[in-house]
């Protein structure tokens, strides 16, 4: 057995706490923001790839610390663990700018009381050099050769670097929302031609630099939060609940606690699910949770996105639902799913709803705590852009997921390989079909299992035309929106626009048009609805309906079908395609 160097286990930990272009980022941005600046402007050189720059005009680093700023652990924000229960800066573990060292090239520009030194680091972390230099106020921080010195990762980074160069760039909106006096200035260098990309006033008006980052019409219908209670205050800006202000997906959400942005999954479902009670679609919101330090765990993760808080649910959810009440253009959707909501209170109420489209005879079957479930499914990757869209029904189908491996242990497990072994007893009630694998028998909604079938084989093998407009249209679109198109980083599905950024043509599917709006879900989302809305009928006509006798082979075909599916577990809206029936 050999003991590894001090030098390789430091690279092998620090390859942990800087994973990407957007840790870096994240790193740099928010050191600058905890000296207090009042500007940022941030270089990206060749996406990053060359160099990533951050200037500041914060306090500087003191002499004393030269020595120390890059060595792991050393930090000035915090002295004991006592102290991360009152951490009120961004940063606190003293690991970054020690794990950028092992990563990358490090240089640092400061300007303290003595005066202004251009220091450099070795990949321990080790003061190299100190010269005196001619620089004005604040901190410059240069790195160079990200990932140079980890040849998997940096190959990775070549290739990948236009996609984590987005990301990075969408990351930095979380601050530019929640530090509005900060003026932010944001540029690519690519083949020696500056870009700027983003540049707000620091004027303090969050508004201002919503629309810089999302367009003029993008702050239409948020109003102002203030909220409180006992435990916790809410400022921000949310999307009033009439028709029209919201979105289709949560791509405009950003969260924070006391100024932190975070995941919180928690939070973020309270507040969609308040809101879903007068709007089915999804709010756009900047929302700071103010908690005192006591009530929240914000060394969850080396990366401080996940903060653990101490809230009421109930409470809180309360508190949003009390506020879209009163908030003008509120329309409750029925007054069912909301005197069901007061009944029984629960905070995950929309789900609850989209279950209850479940018919009613299948659901006769349905302890939750037996569900079988997906298990073989992809996991999505989690990127460091806590606002990133995900599909709701993946999100819900993981929770359930993390909910049978840790809470429920009589839970049954099946993957989509056990399709091809389970044993036809027959079919029930002329619309389920009766299995058996082991000592487990599952009920099959034949009409939902070969409706899936259909739907995928559709999807997959979908084409849409595209026609031209006569007059281009005009497309607000924010920087990174742009970069993506400008990259191809996009699947544009029969969209097309000019440099201008107009749409020139629109793609047609037969006798339906899809136009500018489903341009924007695109763009923000990746998706078309429409697509999947247009497969799913034509997979439902198409299907076995319930009422229609099966033989034993078409029953057969139907659950053989469902292994080769790449998402059997639920039909195209959502209705679970099989359900556990009884241990024998
Ligand atoms: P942490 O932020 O967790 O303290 P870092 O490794 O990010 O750890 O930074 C180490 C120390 O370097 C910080 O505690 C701070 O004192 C100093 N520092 C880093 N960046 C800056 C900056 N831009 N301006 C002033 N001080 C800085
Ligand atoms: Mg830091």
């Known amino acids: 057995m050999n003991c590894i160097s001090k030098e ?8 942990q706490v800087i994973i990407d272009l957007v840790s870096i980022i994240k790193e740099l941005v928010e050191n600058s923001i905890d000296a207090g600046t009042g500007l940022l402007e941030i270089t990206f050189r060749e996406y990053g790839l060359e160099s990533i720059e951050v200037i500041d005009h914060g306090t500087g680093i003191s002499s004393a610390d030269f020595t120390t700023v890059c060595l792991n652990h050393y930090t000035s924000k915090l002295v004991d663990f006592d102290d991360l229960a009152r951490v009120n800066t961004l940063g606190f573990r003293g690991e970054a700018l020690s794990a950028i060292c092992a990563v990358a090239d490090l240089e640092i520009t400061t300007t303290n009381k003595s005066g202004s030194f251009k220091l450099s680091y070795t990949n321990m972390g ?73 540049i707000t006033t620091g004027d303090n008006r969050v508004l201002d630099n919503f629309i810089t980052l999302f367009g003029y019409k993008s702050i239409d219908g948020l109003n102002p939060v203030n909220l409180h209670n006992d435990l916790c205050k809410i400022t921000g800006y949310i999307s009033d609940t009439s028709i029209g202000k919201s979105r289709i997906s949560k791509d405009r959400q950003f969260i924070y606690v006391n100024g932190r942005p975070v995941i919180n999954k928690t939070l973020a479902k309270i507040v969609n699910d308040a809101y879903q009670m007068y709007n089915p679609q999804f709010p756009v919101f900047v929302l700071n949770f103010i908690i005192d330090t006591n009530d929240i765990d914000v060394n969850v993760t080396p990366d401080k996105l996940t903060v ?22 509120s329309q409750s959707l029925s007054q069912t799913s ?48 806590p606002h990133k869209e995900e599909n709701d029904t993946r999100d819900e189908n993981i929770d359930k997921m993390q909910n049978l491996y840790t809470k429920d242990l009589n839970a049954i497990l099946v993957t989509k390989l056990n399709f091809n072994d389970m044993k036809i007893i027959g079919q029930f009630n002329l619309g389920f079909i009766i299995t058996k694998l082991n000592d487990d028998l599952f009920i099959i909604d034949q009409h939902a299992s070969d409706e899936k079938a259909n739907y995928e084989q559709l999807m997959n ?24 198109l400008d ?3 996009i699947d544009l599905k029969g969209f097309k626009l000019n440099k201008n950024y107009q749409l020139t043509h629109l793609p047609v599917y037969k006798d339906q048009e899809f136009d500018e709006t489903d341009f924007l879900e695109l763009i923000s989302t990746g998706k078309l609805t429409k697509i999947h809305k247009i497969c799913a009928m034509k997979a439902c006509r198409k299907s076995i309906m319930i009422g229609q006798h099966l033989n034993r082979s078409t029953m057969r075909k139907v659950i053989k079908g469902l292994s080769r599916l790449d998402k059997p577990w639920n039909c195209p809206h959502g209705r679970p395609t099989l359900r556990h029936l009884s241990k024998i």
């Open 487 to 489: 990259n191809h980083l």
């Open 126 to 198: 080790e003061l190299d050099q100190c010269q005196p230099i001619e620089h004005g106020l604040g901190t410059k921080v240069v790195v160079t050769n990200l990932f140079k010195s980890l040849p998997v990762r940096y190959k990775n980074l070549q290739k990948t670097i236009k996609t984590e160069f987005t990301k990075a760039l969408q990351f930095l909106y979380n601050y530019v929302l929640i530090a509005p006096n900060i003026k932010f200035n944001i540029n690519n260098v690519v083949g020696g031609k500056k870009r700027n990309l983003i």
């Open 461 to 484: 093998s979908f084409k849409l035309e595209n026609q031209r407009l006569m007059t281009p249209i005009n497309i607000n679109l924010n920087v990174s929106e742009r970069f993506q």
């Open 8 to 15: 390789d286990v430091h690279k092998i930990t620090s390859g």
């Open 338 to 385: 909301i005197s069901a909501s007061r009944s029984k209170p629960t905070f995950n109420e929309s789900s609850l709803r989209k279950s209850s489209l479940n018919k009613p005879s299948f659901s006769k079957f349905h302890p939750v705590h037996n569900l079988v479930q997906l298990l073989d499914s992809d996991i999505p990757f989690l990127s460091y852009n």
């Open 308 to 329: 653990n808080v101490n809230v009421d649910i109930m409470e809180l959810r309360d508190l949003f639902v009390g506020y879209f009440e009163h908030s003008n253009g």
